[in-house]
């Protein structure tokens, strides 16, 4: 089952715009990941933000975690056409065992 | 180091026939899952092995989906008497421990089609 539901399913930017993609979960997590992927293959890892965590950055990401609402949003400032990719949020489930539960992606273009 | 190398990148075959898909996992790490993808579609979760202990297989969508692990390397997933419904992108990933603040590194995949 889909643990994490992104929104939105598809988004266009032009180069330069900031993006942000939101995820939201309905049990209660350890912790939420965010994944990248090109052209439907391997994933890559971006960012991982923690159950007490409020807000990460790392480089132009910035991630925010809202536990009260169950969602998490992530935020690429200055895009650029290598933005893009699918992204993905994945949920670690408190309690549960160590896999991961992914959403539906948001699939980003980045306009030149 | 190398990353996690997943062989064939692509497999096509005919429904009915059986198929096994290799994965060779970061050297060192202990945990290794099996994820499916369907096209357009998130990942869904199918298999973790972590060191000696029983894999937990309670994504595995039917009984002719099987895999296997060796100490902490190569895994391989089989599917016997493929379906075209079993038409995905399999992905495997390894982490250093497998605990749940882990970082998975994915390999590339292997496109299953059955025809």
């Known amino acids: 089952s889909q643990q994490g539901e992104e929104d939105p399913q598809a988004l266009s930017i032009q180069e330069g715009e900031n993006a942000t993609m939101n995820c939201s979960y309905k049990t209660s997590i350890n912790n939420l990941q965010w994944y990248r992927q090109n052209s439907g293959r391997g994933l890559v890892h971006l960012i991982l933000i923690r159950s007490n965590e409020r807000e990460k950055h790392s480089g132009r990401l910035r991630v925010t975690l809202d536990t009260s609402k169950k969602s998490s949003s992530l935020l690429i400032t200055a895009s650029r056409a290598a933005d893009t990719a699918s992204y993905f949020c994945?949920?670690?489930?408190?309690?549960?065992?160590?896999?991961?539960?992914f959403g539906k992606g948001t699939k980003l273009t980045v306009n030149p | 180091g190398a990353g996690v190398s997943q062989s064939p990148s692509n497999k096509v075959t005919e429904k009915g026939k059986d198929v096994e898909l290799r994965c060779d996992p970061i050297s060192g790490h202990t945990a290794l899952y099996w994820y499916r993808q369907r096209l357009g579609q998130g990942l869904e979760f199918l298999i973790y092995f972590q060191g000696n202990s029983a894999p937990d297989k309670s994504g595995l969508p039917s009984d002719r989906f099987s895999a296997e692990r060796t100490g902490e390397s190569v895994s391989t997933l089989t599917i016997q008497r493929t379906q075209q419904e079993d038409s995905a992108v399999y992905l495997c990933?390894?982490?250093?421990?497998?605990?749940?603040?882990?970082?998975?590194?994915f390999g590339p995949g292997t496109r299953l089609t059955v025809l």
């Open positions: 990933a390894s982490a250093r421990s497998g605990g749940s603040h882990d970082t998975q590194y």
């Open positions: 994945a949920t670690a489930t408190q309690g549960g065992s160590e896999k991961l539960v």
